[in-house]
């Protein structure tokens, strides 16, 4: 078995948390009592809090990027896994994807309520969030993996030409811009 494939290929370093960026947001909104003054804030906010969702949607999409391309690759071992032999907690694995999920359900009403506007997520955002969560899952937050051929891909995912998304994933990493993921939706969709 030959080794070295990465755990993560370069996404590190550009990933924020997105439930601890949101509810430090929302809490600064939360403390006027005024409304208007709450419907200035969330103005000021609302860009940034979609920025940072945006990026994670995309960091999702590029880790199911790399999960399909590894899994074209002869075994290997998998370097850099900060998860492997660490106890599983499915709450834990997937509490920030859950976040995501709820988020999307309600952020199109308070866009309404501070904004007067309507807001709505395009359904293959829905399919993203379910997809990875279910990757999540089915791989156990990555626990017990030490090689490529312990990676399980959720049946949704499609793998056509996985072999070839190496060079995007690079490319993207080099932007420093992870919500550029979301132009290769349909690569895995």
Request: proline content about 3%.
């Amino acid at each position: 078995m030959t080794k070295g494939l990465e755990f993560d290929p370069g996404f590190g370093p550009y990933v924020m948390a997105f439930q601890g960026t949101v509810e430090y947001l929302y809490s600064d909104i939360n403390r006027f009592r005024n409304l208007s003054q709450k419907k200035l804030k969330f103005r000021q906010y609302y860009k940034k809090i979609l920025q940072v969702f945006d990026n994670n949607l995309g960091f999702y999409i590029g880790c199911l990027m790399w999960a399909a391309y590894i899994k074209t690759q002869k075994e290997q071992e998998i370097t850099g896994n900060h998860c492997y032999g660490k106890m599983y907690d499915e709450t834990e694995n997937t509490f920030e994807t859950d976040f995501m999920i709820k988020f999307i359900e309600l952020f199109p009403r308070d866009m309404k309520y501070f904004l007067g506007e309507n807001f709505v997520f395009e359904p293959w955002v829905n399919q993203v969030l379910d997809l990875y969560r279910e990757f999540l899952i089915i791989n156990k937050g990555f626990v017990e993996t030490k090689t490529n051929s312990d990676i399980k891909l959720p049946a949704g995912l499609k793998i056509d030409n996985a072999e070839g998304f190496k060079s995007k994933i690079d490319q993207i990493i080099q932007s420093e811009n992870l919500s550029k993921f979301s132009d290769c939706r349909n690569l895995v969709l």
